[in-house]
T-cell receptor
């Protein structure tokens, strides 16, 4: 079935360190891929997305590239800040948009 | 637009009581989703609606849970009777189908059943 697998957390980094959060997916069709972020006490909000193979989504210094050959959508940021501390969710939706599959979430802690 | 609005933000109740959670989706959005988030199980889809009609309720844990969407601007999730294991954060989300397929989430309702 369709699913998303992302790396276990928590991930703890020092400020200005490089971040990678791995995400791989399984899908029967051609999904759109997303990264959502959840700050403490808040709902999920879209961070970035990609709708087809080789697309790169980017926002607030975060990037992820839709890799069909490896069925991956890894999240990266070159220099994290304390304010990036949050839980990050990888997700996919299929062409009909009416069902979304979320990963289990990866908690990121950034220390000053 | 004010975004997806959920109420209450926090609910504390005793086991056996009825609990009703409310959601107002973004105007013009035709899909509405209810999720439950716990530490143990992560984010689980409970049910979703399209044009006010329930499409898939396979995630609803048991008959104690029910959801309605009487019109395009309002939905409820009801638990009757509530149990301590229902304690979680419940999120509502909406999308405009066929347009960017981005889910917009509410801030959630934190439910504690004592």
């Amino acid at each position: 079935g369709d699913s998303v697998t992302q790396m276990e957390g928590p991930v703890t980094l020092s400020e200005e360190a490089f971040l990678t959060i791995n995400c791989t997916y399984t899908a029967t069709g051609y999904p759109s891929l997303f990264w959502y972020v959840q700050y403490p006490g808040e709902g999920l909000q879209l961070l970035l997305k990609a709708t087809k193979a080789d697309d790169k989504g980017s926002n607030k210094g975060f990037e992820a590239t839709y890799r069909k050959e490896t069925t991956s959508f890894h999240l990266e940021k070159g220099s994290v800040q304390v304010s990036d501390s949050a839980v990050y969710f990888c997700a996919l939706s299929l062409y009909n948009f009416n069902k979304f599959y979320f990963g289990s979430g990866t908690k990121l802690n950034v220390k000053p | 637009d004010a975004g997806v609005i959920q109420s209450p933000r926090h609910e504390v109740t005793e086991m056996g009581q009825e609990v009703t959670l409310r959601c107002k989706p973004i105007s013009g959005h035709d899909y509405l989703f209810w999720y439950r988030q716990t530490m143990m199980r992560g984010l689980e889809l409970l049910i979703y609606f399209n044009n006010n009609v329930p499409i898939d309720d396979s995630g609803m844990p048991e008959d104690r849970f029910s959801a309605k969407m009487p019109n395009a601007s309002f939905s409820t999730l009801k638990i009757q009777p509530s149990e301590p294991r229902d304690s979680a954060v419940y999120f509502c989300a909406s999308i405009q189908g066929q347009a960017q397929n981005i889910q917009y989430f509410g801030a959630g309702t934190r439910l504690s059943v004592l």
